[in-house]
């Protein structure tokens, strides 16, 4: 079983930027992919952003591209997504999970174990 905790949500204005937290314990998360998806009132949950095992490779919405970034320390196994630009449209609440394999997936059927999430809000 692996717990995962995510921290650094708030509110800010557009343009403005946050970094997001993902602390996971109980087993390491080093051998698996790990992603960020979110989730707006009445939306489905989407993905947002991945990253491999290794963190070799990273992939990103379209929505996202060039204004997020995906990383992670194997050592402290946490995964980051630091987020610049922030629109308004970026308000959701945000997830961390791992993924069931090495490589990076985009549908949340392949992630396995989640956070509870934190709420990012963005002001026009």
């Known amino acids: 079983q692996v717990q995962l905790v995510e921290s650094g949500g708030g509110l800010v204005q557009a343009g403005g930027s946050l970094r997001l937290s993902c602390a996971a314990s109980?087993?390491?998360?080093?051998?698996?992919?790990m992603g960020w998806f979110r989730q707006a009132p009445g939306n489905e949950r989407e993905f947002v952003a991945g990253?491999?095992?290794?963190?070799?490779?990273?992939y990103y919405a379209d929505s996202v591209k060039g204004r997020f970034t995906i990383s992670r320390d194997n050592a402290k196994n946490m995964v980051y997504l630091q987020m610049n630009s922030l629109k308004p449209e970026d308000t959701a609440v945000y997830y961390c999970?791992?993924?069931?394999?090495?490589?990076?997936?985009?549908?949340?059927?392949?992630?396995?174990?989640w956070g509870q999430g934190t709420q990012v809000t963005v002001s026009s």
């Open positions: 999970a791992v993924a069931r394999v090495r490589a990076v997936r985009t549908g949340p059927d392949e992630y396995n174990y």
């Open positions: 109980g087993r390491t998360i080093s051998s698996y992919a």
């Open positions: 990253i491999s095992w290794s963190g070799s490779s990273t």
